[in-house]
């Protein structure tokens, strides 16, 4: 019995075979120790009877799978594909065939333009080659863009420029609009024209109170809260070493005690507040004058909430009855302070200060000329009267912090509602943290 008994055929192996090479392993005598006799398997199915060996008994003949002893050719497709990733080399594979295997372009894909990038191996070394060709073209089997591949190849399909991100240009209108939704909108465009297309505002709207969002500027204040909270920490771990090494009289222990619970109670408030990305927006100008400088360009991911108008003026920290109050046309700052029964004795009454609707602040520290008159921000310009006679608006918010004791030893300079407030209206989460 020889070879090409056993092997008589193609049709007798399995797929893919290693043709180069395959063995007979053979138990030689006295011992029967094994030798092994190679053979040209290739050259045997061919008809060659040098390899058509005469077989003995207890002979083992093995023929090895070709990826066992070859590496097998790949290449590698990403970019704008279905399915990007590295895809077996068969013969006479071009670029479009490669294309085929990962499911096609999609509809982001850029057709005039993608890249091979090819490795040349030459005497000096391996080196890259970079060749430009039309994904159209080479779809459609054109020569010279639909390529015959080489193994470990690697293709890079482009996206058309700028389309993820105008997929993720979008606005959410939300609140009284006549169309309130979410609106996609181009490069450069204004938040007055996609107003526009949600066919403005409605009569119930107040624009003065808009609440603008936006994402750039939440990752902003989210930094400084967790500034803020480390700083607490910082400020708590002094405070509690001191406290254990520093000999204090009862009074002293009180006060410091007092503090620290203030600066617990604080970092409880901050770690749970969520900053807003609140902006302050002009919305009256923009809807007044489109195109104006106050006509911001949007960016994806912004936020336009309009409420309906409120009825409403908000009063609070120390003052007799903080509260909420129904808005009486031109009345002023001093005119709510009264109605909520004053300020308190431990009211810091030069600290007060206004929290418009639209999310401007006017501090009582503005004031100019002995109290006689206070800086208008909205006109630029100082107006007599004193910050008491400032008028409020529909949904303003007046603010009375407590009053703020300092202790030279302690180092201390603000009390938990001054840091409270001053955080929260700058991090824009006032409402959560108060």
């Known amino acids: 019995m020889r070879l090409r008994d056993l092997i008589s055929s193609y049709d007798t192996l399995l797929p893919e075979p290693y043709l180069r ?14 030798e092994v006799i190679e053979f040209n398997l290739e050259a045997l199915l061919k008809g060659d009877k040098r390899y058509n060996m005469l077989l003995m008994d207890l002979d083992r003949v093995k023929i090895y799978q070709h990826k066992e002893k070859m590496q097998t050719p790949e290449v590698i497709i990403k970019g704008a594909v279905l399915n990007p990733g590295t895809y077996s080399l068969y013969e006479g594979m071009k670029i479009k065939d490669l294309i085929f295997q990962a499911g096609n372009l999609t509809g982001r894909a850029y057709l005039d ?4 990038s090819r490795v040349i191996a030459g005497e000096a070394g391996a080196d890259n080659f970079k060749i430009n060709f039309s994904p159209r073209r080479a779809m459609e089997g054109l020569s010279p863009d639909d390529i015959l591949l080489q193994p470990f190849d690697k293709i890079y399909i482009r996206e058309i420029p700028q389309y993820s991100q105008a997929l993720e240009r979008k606005v959410l209108l939300e609140g009284e609009f006549l169309f309130p939704g979410e609106y996609t909108f181009s490069q450069g465009e204004r938040i007055s024209s996609v107003i526009e297309r949600a066919g403005g505002v409605t009569e119930e709207a107040y624009p003065f109170g808009a609440f603008f969002q936006r994402e750039s500027v939440k990752n902003i204040q989210k930094s400084m809260v967790r500034d803020y909270i480390g700083k607490l920490e910082e400020d708590i771990f002094t405070l509690s070493a001191q406290a254990s090494e520093v000999s204090l009289d009862k009074e002293q222990s009180t006060i410091l005690n007092q503090t620290l619970n203030a600066k617990k109670q604080l970092l409880e408030k901050m770690k749970t507040a969520q ?62 302070l009264n109605k909520v029964g004053g300020l308190t004795d431990n009211a810091n009454e030069d600290q007060i200060y206004l929290v418009k609707a639209n999310g401007t602040v006017i501090s009582k520290r503005q004031e100019g000329f002995w109290g006689m008159a206070s800086w208008d921000s909205e006109n630029f310009r100082w107006t007599l009267g004193g910050f008491e006679s400032l008028k409020v608006d529909l949904g303003d918010t007046i603010i009375v912090p407590k009053k703020v004791e300092k202790y030279p030893w302690l180092r201390l300079t603000k009390d938990i509602t001054e840091i409270l407030y001053r955080i929260a209206v700058t991090a824009g989460v006032i409402i959560v943290a108060y």
């Open 113 to 116: 333009q993608a890249l091979l």
């Open 21 to 34: 090479r395959a063995e007979i392993v053979r138990l030689m005598p006295p011992d029967l120790h094994p």
């Open 275 to 336: 900053p807003t990305g609140r902006m302050v927006v002009d919305l009256v100008a923009i809807l007044t004058a489109p195109s104006s400088t106050k006509d911001f360009k949007l960016r994806s991911g912004d936020h336009l909430i309009v409420n309906k108008k409120p009825d409403y003026v908000n009063v609070l920290g120390e003052v007799y009855n903080p509260t909420a109050m129904f808005f009486l046309e031109d009345k002023t700052v001093g005119h709510y």
